[in-house]
């Protein structure tokens, strides 16, 4: 299957679309860390998906309530429900703690490489020699941010922690794939308010089947994290990443997730007082450099 995929470089207009997608992707740590405890994993994943869904479902339904009801559209929703978010975000939130950040980023960042083999084989996607550049370079940056942090573990919890992250990532790179077959199909705001709902709901029948349910405590700072995550972290940046995917190709789009952990280390310069190595310094170069090679593939 062969999308129609605009071949020349990207514009301005793109570039600070993913570029935004990254940063707001970025934001979402710190209130993950801050409202974490307030919840289980499974809990906290599903409740910000469900609040991300309602704050475009809702508005949506008045403007176009004709879509909702095509059995289709929820197919194409159940699909990426299934992968991008339930698979993605229970994943990421379900290895929370048992490894190492630094482990954690490396193998989170190995997504756009599958997403690049998926969509090679599902969608027809070329994987050009400059593309290629720009994957290994963003990769390696990542890995360089990442060394010092690196902590290997052999224990039974921290094979555990690799395997959620693994999860997550083979998620949101199918997932990734399936937002690309139908972004043409369906508004950008419409399928990410479809696919939030029926993700956040598998996420929520996963919390019953697999964690000891609890009492969610309701404090302002697990309210606070959890509406930053759902509003601009996940509707906002999924809806825009949707709307990009309708011209640009999943492997090139992709690259851009890279910029994630090196925002991720300029908030916490900013806003936390912590301090950026040479090391990281050398890793946002080469993630910029792989940036360079995608910007002006063709």
């Not at 954690?104 to 020699?129: C, D, G, R």
């Not at 990410?192 to 405590?217: C, D, H, K, V, Y």
């Amino acid at each position: 299957m062969t999308l129609k995929t605009k071949p020349s470089s990207l514009t301005v207009f793109e570039i600070g679309l993913a570029v935004l997608v990254a940063f707001l992707w970025a934001i979402c740590f710190p209130f993950i860390e801050l409202g974490h405890r307030a919840a289980t994993p499974l809990q906290f994943a599903a409740l910000r998906a469900l609040i991300a869904s309602m704050s475009l479902f809702i508005p949506m339904i008045c403007f176009n309530s004709k879509v909702f009801l095509k059995p289709s559209f929820w197919m194409a929703s159940l699909w990426i429900g299934l992968t991008y978010t339930a698979m993605g975000l229970g994943g990421m939130f379900l290895a929370d703690g048992r490894i190492s950040p630094g482990m954690a980023t490396v193998l989170t960042n190995i997504q756009p490489f599958l997403a690049a083999v998926v969509a090679y084989f599902v969608l027809s996607e070329k994987l050009s020699k400059t593309v290629i550049v720009g994957l290994i370079l963003g990769f390696v940056g990542v890995l360089v941010i990442a060394l010092p942090n690196l902590a290997l573990g052999k224990n039974t919890d921290y094979i555990i922690g690799v395997g959620y992250i693994l999860l997550g990532a083979f998620g949101t790179a199918f997932g990734n794939v399936l937002m690309k077959k139908y972004a043409n199909q369906y508004n950008p705001l419409i399928l990410t308010a479809g696919q939030l709902l029926l993700g956040s709901l598998i996420l929520f029948l996963a919390s019953f089947g697999i964690e000891r349910w609890q009492p969610i405590n309701w404090n302002p700072s697990f309210i606070w994290s959890l509406l930053i995550l759902a509003i601009p972290g996940t509707s906002l940046a999924v809806a825009i990443w949707i709307y990009l995917l309708k011209s640009v190709s999943v492997t090139r789009l992709n690259v851009f997730t890279f910029l994630t952990p090196a925002f991720g280390l300029s908030i916490g310069l900013v806003f936390f007082n912590e301090t950026i190595s040479l090391m990281d310094v050398l890793g946002i170069a080469v993630i910029f450099c792989g940036l360079y090679f995608i910007v002006r593939s063709d």
